[in-house]
């Protein structure tokens, strides 16, 4: 199994910043692509961020220019820099990994998700 473990949600001010961070562990090989994606409540889950293995990334529109992905292979971990944030962003975000285990096959795995609250 591939267990991902997120951490740096919270509560923050409109216009403040919050890092999320995202650990992957367990029997992995490699991992491809790395994402975040939010679920508030009333609403559909939608894409946030994600990154390909070779650092290629794409944001969901209400997050450009404001959200930042990145990616530590070494540590088998993806960050989400949140800045500007609006009351809007508030959901729970969970972290998804796609890659090849250790032994045969593949894993595809969600973290539990850490909740972010923008109070205006």
């Known amino acids: 199994q591939v267990q991902l473990v997120e951490s740096g949600g919270g509560l923050v001010q409109a216009g403040g910043s919050l890092r999320l961070s995202c650990a992957a562990s367990g029997r992995i090989f490699s991992i491809d692509d790395m994402g975040w994606y939010r679920h508030a409540p009333g609403k559909e889950r939608e894409l946030v961020a994600r990154i390909t293995g070779g650092g290629r990334t794409n944001y969901g529109d209400s997050v450009k220019g404001r959200f930042t992905i990145s990616r530590d292979n070494r540590k088998n971990t993806v960050y989400l820099q949140m800045n500007s944030l609006k009351p809007e962003d508030t959901a729970a975000y969970y972290c998804?990994?796609?890659?090849?285990?250790?032994?045969?096959?593949?894993?595809?795995?969600w973290g539990q998700g850490t909740q972010v609250t923008v109070s205006s």
């Open positions: 998804n990994m796609k890659g090849a285990r250790t032994t045969v096959g593949r894993f595809d795995s």
